[in-house]
């Protein structure tokens, strides 16, 4: 199926895309990202996501750390 909406997306948004519905942390962006992305500076990767989070197809949330009461470590939305 397609979306018009998101047909135009570049592959960097569409990376984007795919780790958020997949909700991924952020840093899972970079395995699907194509050069010159992929080795680049994170402050390449600013202009393409701030437009997606302001058109509301994403969110962004901290993650905070925290421990189970079964002692294992892990992340939770903060």
């Known amino acids: 199926m397609s979306y018009p ?3 135009q997306l ?3 948004e569409r990376a984007f895309m795919i780790n958020a519905t997949e909700f991924d942390i952020l840093a899972g962006v970079w395995g699907d990202l194509d050069e010159p992305l992929h080795s680049g500076p994170a402050s ?3 202009p393409i996501l701030l437009p997606l989070v302001d058109r509301g197809w994403i969110e962004v949330c901290r993650f905070i750390r925290w421990t189970a009461p079964d002692g294992s ?3 939770q939305p903060g």
Request: glycine share 8%.
């Open 5 to 7: 909406a998101t047909d």
């Open 44 to 46: 390449a990767l600013v």
């Open 10 to 12: 570049s592959s960097a």
């Open 73 to 75: 470590l892990g992340l």
